[in-house]
């Protein structure tokens, strides 16, 4: 929650406003965070106590509300509190008015407590939990407390001694309050650490201490209720075996207590047998009919039972040709707790577990059984929501969801501020994909801070992460989960830490998306969804065969990842073609095609799969295969855009005049689908083709596409300025493509960048067939839509090469160095454009810095080798052609202007050689 400090407080959000309601007058609530503090130093100075007490109360509350780390508000507020009781009568008065001096006991408790785990070092801190425990102890004779706060003192010490680095969810604030330690309680001095570990230790051993008073009485007066009293206090201490005793003794003294039934219920429960604890349940609720508590408590046991027996059946029977749809329905429901196979062996045996007719039968004993009970509870303590919520989640797991949002709702309605009831409703509700409503009930449940322990209220900060997840909100998504993985700790629970590596693979983060798949790894290594999210992460971070490689361990799963590892070698052929040998490169190829076949049988009908088949059929030239599978697609889609565009792609590869104008009328389809295809674009396109907004004239800013994945695929061959410069007509142009595949894997640019791109790919097919005016009008098109693309420019910049016109296309290449000074074809190019003005010092320069963006490009060596050449430098131009015919052997072009460098140094033998590859490879000119 956040607020304004100018803010008045009647303006602030009204759960806010609730809390404050207890300690303001109506009058007050027009006052500012900051104005409370001032009025109740004031009230202090004229010694009005009652009223200082009140707005300090309030003012620490609204802090607490503005920043939940800040431990010095939870002190604070304890500690005014406490002066309220030992203090001036008045206050205590005052005070008690709004809550009874119990209650107040245990909020001050809990306030100091909280203050600890915020990051308060102070060894009296610890003492005065201690004083309060034993007092509030002496006072309602409840034993409960004392377990609780024994059960917080050792989660600290664990903190402290286990984890010094991360003891505090949060750093300390200081805040407004300049006076506490000016360290930061992750860099609190040693001395500081074993001092409040030593105290802790100190004021556990007193509460032990009143534990065994607990025994003394049981001793010398062991009615049933002072037993009952021991056996809780035993447990509270972790003595499970000797609580488990002293409940015997209570049921062997006095049979008819069914508080010694239930405790020995509550007992056998926390030791994990289930089956004895209802039994016992039974002769407690035989003993007291009317205690609703019991029937919930037993109805719990029976929902334990009853999951217990619904995992039996899913492990064995829910193959079964009788299946309801209910069973089927049962591994998908979000209330379904985790429980794994072999501890549910053990508890119901492995015979009963093969029973089919027993196996029906216990789960719709215990099922019926649970309901009842619950029912039972709700009759006779209506206001009790656990009840209400415990048999919503029965119901969601019956499919019966109209009787568990009516039970969610009453149970929000009897307690406004029950933070478990609307955890489920928001689980719920995203279960429907109501992922918005969800985000309000999960918003609900964290505000409802007195009533969470911090594992729930980390739950609730995880299920609101997998709401803004679901949104693809990425950056509230991992605010929910670093709030979530701050309050359980880092490492203590996986499946955050995966949700969260997913998110920041969204975001970009992918190093930090790392780290937290390590943390899953190294924490919970048999975490099912792991190797998924590794190979999801390191498919982005380009580490294809890493990819690969967590793919296939999560297929050994049984999970279908044929897609995501077709994905990950496709990516791996041909993000990295140039750095593979051709034999590695087909095989990645291959391996990609056999996965997406595989994936295209399990899931025929799926267009996504057979795109990204018919791209990897393209990568392999099987040409004819693609086009065959891309109008397979259409039958089914016949206006998917990029089915047409692969088509396209394909035809313009295959030989012949008549096949690249297939290819343009096959562009032409994918732009025309594309505009149809978003009636934003439809409306902007026509309104752009109609002349109403002049083309180029719109200057708009778009992101930067960094999805599309571009390759070189064209040799423009130019005419020669001159016979003795032959290799610089060689230059490269560029076909940008983009392979469409799984969205869960590869992102997509925006409606208006596809747009582009497609126009950019059509410029370029009518360039080969000689149609320049409409191949440059396509290229000024994509860049109206997509005016930072690098590729409309290098593409306008090679025109303009190759019509001659290189002031323009320099100015072109300038601009496209402009939007990317790394893009290593507008410095292979701009180079050419300087070697034809003879500005040979330049265009080193630049072939230099394409030879290092772009290592294996043949045409960058060969360029500067004709620049070489022409300085005079003919050692030099010789060993850059020898590399360049060393990354493309096949260029007959570059033998003969390598043998020509070497003629002229007189070793007409070695010229020959290469005269003699030029014309093996096809060469028919003049030599």
Not at 848 to 864: E, G, R
Request: aromatic share 8%; proline share 3%; charged share 25%.
């Amino acid at each position: 929650m956040t607020a304004d400090n100018r803010t008045p407080i009647k303006a602030f959000p009204s759960e806010l406003v609730d809390s404050l309601m207890v300690y303001l007058k109506e009058g007050d609530q027009h006052m500012t965070v900051d104005e409370l503090f001032l009025k109740a130093l004031l009230s202090e100075s004229e010694k009005d106590w009652k009223r200082a007490i009140l707005l300090a109360s309030a003012y620490l509350t609204s802090v607490l509300a503005l920043d939940r780390s800040c431990w010095r508000a939870y002190y604070d507020r304890a500690t005014l509190r406490l002066r309220a009781i030992e203090g001036d009568e008045q206050s205590l008065v005052y005070h008690s008015e709004h809550m009874r001096y119990e209650k107040l006991l245990a909020v001050i408790i809990q306030d100091y407590v909280n203050a600890l785990h915020k990051g308060c070092m102070l060894v009296e801190v610890v003492e005065t939990v201690g004083d309060l425990t034993v007092r509030l102890l002496e006072f309602t004779g409840d034993a409960t407390v004392l377990r609780q706060v024994i059960q917080n003192l050792t989660r600290l010490l664990h903190l402290l001694i286990l984890d010094p680095s991360n003891s505090l969810s949060k750093p300390w604030t200081p805040g407004s309050f300049g006076t506490e330690p000016s360290s930061r309680p992750g860099e609190t001095s040693s001395v500081e650490r074993d001092l409040l570990v030593a105290a802790i230790h100190a004021q556990r051993g007193r509460l032990y201490s009143a534990v065994r008073a607990f025994e003394e009485a049981a001793a010398e007066n062991p009615t049933s209720e002072n037993l009952v009293l021991l056996s809780e206090s035993l447990h509270s201490m972790g003595d499970t075996e000797n609580s488990l005793r002293v409940s015997d003794k209570v049921v062997s003294a006095d049979p008819t207590s069914f508080r010694g039934h239930a405790r020995r219920a509550q007992l056998l429960v926390s030791v994990g047998q289930i089956a004895p604890a209802k039994a016992e349940y039974d002769k407690a609720i035989a003993l007291a009919p009317k205690e609703g508590r019991l029937y919930y408590e037993r109805g719990v046991v029976q929902i334990q039972l009853y999951m217990r027996w619904r995992v039996a059946y899913q492990a064995n029977f829910s193959s079964s040709s009788t299946v309801t749809s209910t069973t089927q329905t049962m591994s998908r429901s979000p209330f379904a707790p985790r429980l794994k196979a072999h501890d549910v062996e053990k508890d119901l045996g492995a015979e009963a577990m093969k029973d089919e007719v027993l196996v029906r039968k216990m789960m719709k004993q215990f099922y019926v059984g649970s309901i009842t009970d619950l029912s039972s509870c709700i009759r006779l303590e209506p206001l009790l929501a656990d009840a209400y919520v415990d048999r919503a989640e029965l119901n969601a797991l019956d499919e019966e969801f109209g009787r568990a949002f009516r039970d969610l709702e009453s149970a929000t309605e009897r307690q406004p501020k029950c933070a478990r009831a609307h955890v489920s409703l928001g689980v719920l509700k995203c279960h429907f994909s109501a992922y918005a409503a969800a985000i309000e009930d999960f918003d609900k449940a964290i505000n409802c801070e007195t009533s969470m322990t911090p594992e729930m209220r980390a739950y609730a900060f995880f299920d609101r992460g997998v709401a803004y997840q679901k949104l693809e909100l990425w950056s509230q998504a991992e605010k929910s989960y670093n709030e979530s993985i701050a309050l359980l700790g880092r490492g203590r629970d996986g499946a955050t830490h995966r949700n969260r590596a997913i998110v920041r693979c969204h975001l970009g983060s992918f190093d930090d998306a790392l780290e937290d798949l390590e943390e899953v790894q190294y924490n919970a290594p048999d975490d099912e969804e792991l190797h998924g999210a590794l190979g999801f992460a390191l498919l982005q971070l380009n580490r294809y065969e890493d990819a690969a490689k967590h793919f296939a361990a999560y297929g050994r799963l049984g999970r279908d990842t044929y897609v995501d590892s077709g994905n990950a070698y496709f990516n791996l052929a041909t993000k990295s073609e140039t750095h593979l040998q051709q034999v590695q490169h087909a095989a990645y190829l291959q391996q990609a095609r056999r996965f997406y076949l595989r994936a295209a049988r399990l899931q025929p009908s799926n267009v996504d799969i057979r795109l990204n088949l018919a791209n990897c059929l393209r990568k392999e030239n099987a040409l004819q295969a693609a086009i065959t599978q891309c109008d397979t697609i259409a039958l089914q889609q016949p206006l998917n855009h990029a089915c047409l565009e692969s088509k396209a792609l394909a035809l313009f590869q295959l030989p012949g005049r008549r096949a690249v104008t297939d290819a343009v009328a096959c562009m032409d389809a994918a732009v025309r689908t594309c505009v149809a295809s978003s009636a934003n674009l439809g409306n902007i396109f026509n309104a752009f083709t109609s002349g109403t907004i002049h083309r180029n004239a719109l200057e708009r800013k778009t992101i930067s596409r960094n999805a599309a994945r571009l390759n070189p695929k064209m040799v423009v061959d130019l005419p020669s300025p001159s016979a003795g410069s032959s290799i610089a007509n060689i230059l490269a142009g560029l076909l940008t493509e983009m392979e469409s595949s799984a969205s869960n894997v590869h992102l997509t640019g925006s409606h208006e960048q596809m747009l582009a791109l497609y126009m950019l790919n059509r410029g370029v097919m009518l360039e080969k067939l000689g149609n320049l005016d409409r191949a440059r009008q396509d290229y000024k098109d994509a860049f109206h839509f997509d005016p930072l693309s690098v590729h409309v420019q290098v593409c306008l910049g090679t025109l303009s090469l190759r019509e001659g016109k290189f002031e323009q296309s320099a100015a072109e290449f300038q601009r496209a160095l402009e939007l990317d000074p790394s893009s290593g074809v507008a410095h292979l190019n701009v180079g050419v454009v300087y070697l034809y003005r003879n500005k040979l010092t330049v265009a080193l320069t630049h072939f230099d810095t394409a030879i290092t963006l772009l290592p294996h490009c043949s045409y960058a060596y060969a360029n500067k080798a004709v620049t070489l050449a022409r300085s005079g430098n003919l050692p030099g131009a010789e060993l850059y052609f020898k590399r360049a015919i060393e990354e493309l052997p096949s260029r007959k072009e570059f033998y003969l202007a390598h043998g020509k460098i070497i003629a002229q140094q007189k070793r007409l033998h070695d010229a020959m050689v290469n005269f003699s590859t030029a014309l093996f490879l096809g060469y028919d000119g003049k030599l």
